[in-house]
């Protein structure tokens, strides 16, 4: 499954009130909506569930509460996790609020193991053969 667990510009509730979660309380927000509350319950659960596999797209990894639900979710049940993204698993590191204190302290998830793509999509998917094999590899339990 793909979850949208924000919601996205094109979501609307009734007619004119756009159905995207941003800035402060999420939780909140997402609590208050029938569908975004399913779609994250969902997302739990299918973590949870046999022979999953994550992979991530798109995902800047600075929502704590999604963060959390992969990170609890990895804990319950060790599923693989590729990850793509342009910076890599150095993301993860840039991101982190202790970066540049005296002591640098990882968020859960910089723990959890991940098989990383640096490359773009647009570059997978118009003539990178070997990031291209490695994620149909994943994805399809090569």
Not at 31 to 41: A, E, I, K, P
Not at 127 to 140: Q, T, V
Request: aromatic share 10%.
């Amino acid at each position: 499954p793909i979850y949208k667990l924000h919601g996205s510009v094109n979501w609307y509730e009734g007619e004119e009130n756009p159905l995207m979660v941003i800035g402060e309380n999420k939780l909140k927000t997402i609590s208050d909506q029938l569908v975004l509350r399913h779609n994250n319950g969902a997302f739990f659960e299918n973590l949870i569930r046999p022979d999953t596999k994550l992979m991530i797209i798109g995902y800047g990894f600075r929502d704590d509460h999604i963060n959390q639900f992969i990170t609890n979710a990895h804990n319950i049940k060790n599923f693989p996790i590729f990850m793509i993204h342009p910076e890599g698993k150095k993301h993860l590191k840039n991101i982190n609020k202790t970066l540049n204190n005296p002591i640098y302290v990882q968020n859960p998830i910089e723990q959890l193991p991940m098989i990383t793509c640096v490359r773009r999509l647009s570059e997978i998917f118009s003539g990178d053969e070997i990031e291209f094999n490695r994620i149909d590899d994943f994805l399809s339990n090569k």
